[in-house]
C-alpha cells in the first residue's frame, strides 16, 4: 500500500490512536497535516516521531467544533501541501463524562453531539471542496455506537449512533465523485481514554471476554485506517467496520 504523494489531514492526530494513524499514513508516504486541540506535547511528539523518521507533516492547533479553526486548519494544509486533500480522518471526539439520564441536561447533550458529530460534519465540508476523486474519508464511531456503550456512555452513543448514519449518507452522496466514505467502531483500545474513563477490572473483563482475549491496540486501528485510505480499499464504501477483537459482532 502506497500513499505517495497524497494529503491527510488527520483531526484529533496527535495521540492515541490518532497519533498512530498519523504515524501509518506517513510511513505509507503520505503528507500528514496533524490537529490537536490542547495536547501540545502529544503533538509534538508524534510530529516529531514522523520528521525523524523521514515523513513530512505539519501540526496544526484547533478545535473542530469551531468553524474557524476547522477553516485554518484546511488553509494551513493546502499552504503546506497544495491544492488537494487526498484523506480525511475524523478521529476528534470524546465521552468527556459518565452520566446517568437524570445526572443529563440539555447543554451536556449538545456538546456531546457537537464534539462527536458535528466535527465530523464541519471538517468532512470544509476539506470536500479540495478532494479529488479517488480520495477517502475515514470516520470514528465507536462500538458503543452499536451496542449503546457501557453506564453513563448513552449520549456518546447516540453521537457515534450519529456517526454511522451520517457515514452511510455521505458515501451515496460522494460514491458519484469517486469519493469513499467509511467509518470505524472500536472496541476495547488501550489508550488514555480507556485510561479515564473505564475502571481497570472493567478492562480486564472486557478485555477477557473477547475471543482473543486481550484489548486492541492503536496501531492495530491505524493499519485498518492506512488500508482504507489506499488504492487497494476502492470498491470498499459506507461501511462501519468493527475492530473489536470479535467481542460484538454487527
Do not use: W
Not at 53 to 70: N, S
Not at 110 to 116: A, E, S, V, Y
Not at 228 to 250: C, K, P, Q, R, Y
Amino acid at each position: 500500500m502506497n500513499l505517495a504523494g497524497k494529503v491527510a489531514v488527520v483531526t484529533g492526530g496527535g495521540r492515541d490512536i490518532g497519533k498512530m494513524i498519523s504515524i501509518k499514513l506517513a510511513s505509507m508516504g503520505a503528507k500528514v497535516v496533524i490537529n490537536y486541540f490542547d495536547a501540545q506535547e502529544d503533538g509534538d511528539k508524534t510530529l516529531a516521531e514522523i520528521t525523524e523518521a523521514g515523513g513530512e507533516a505539519i501540526l496544526v492547533q484547533g478545535d473542530m467544533t469551531d468553524q474557524a479553526d476547522v477553516d485554518n486548519l484546511v488553509k494551513k494544509a493546502i499552504a503546506a501541501f497544495g491544492s488537494e486533500i487526498n484523506i480525511l480522518v475524523n478521529v476528534a471526539g470524546g465521552l468527556v463524562a459518565r452520566k446517568t439520564l437524570a445526572e443529563m441536561d440539555e447543554d451536556f447533550i449538545n456538546f456531546l453531539f457537537k464534539l462527536n458529530f458535528n466535527t465530523v460534519f464541519l471538517v468532512s465540508k470544509a476539506v470536500l471542496p479540495y478532494m479529488p476523486a479517488g480520495s477517502s474519508i475515514i470516520n470514528f464511531a465507536s462500538q458503543a455506537a452499536r451496542d449503546g456503550g457501557g453506564p453513563g456512555a448513552s449520549a456518546y452513543s447516540a453521537a457515534k449512533g450519529a456517526v454511522l448514519t451520517f457515514t452511510r449518507s455521505m458515501a451515496k452522496e460522494l460514491g458519484p465523485k469517486n469519493i469513499r466514505v467509511n467509518a470505524l467502531c472500536p472496541g476495547m483500545i488501550a489508550t488514555t481514554f480507556h485510561d479515564t474513563f473505564t475502571k481497570s477490572e472493567v478492562r480486564t473483563i472486557v478485555a477477557n471476554g473477547t475471543p482473543l482475549r486481550r484489548e486492541g491496540q492503536a496501531k492495530e486501528v491505524a493499519d485498518l485506517v492506512g488500508y482504507l485510505a489506499s488504492d487497494e480499499s476502492s470498491f470498499i464504501t459506507g461501511n462501519n467496520i468493527d475492530i473489536n477483537g470479535g467481542l460484538a459482532f454487527s
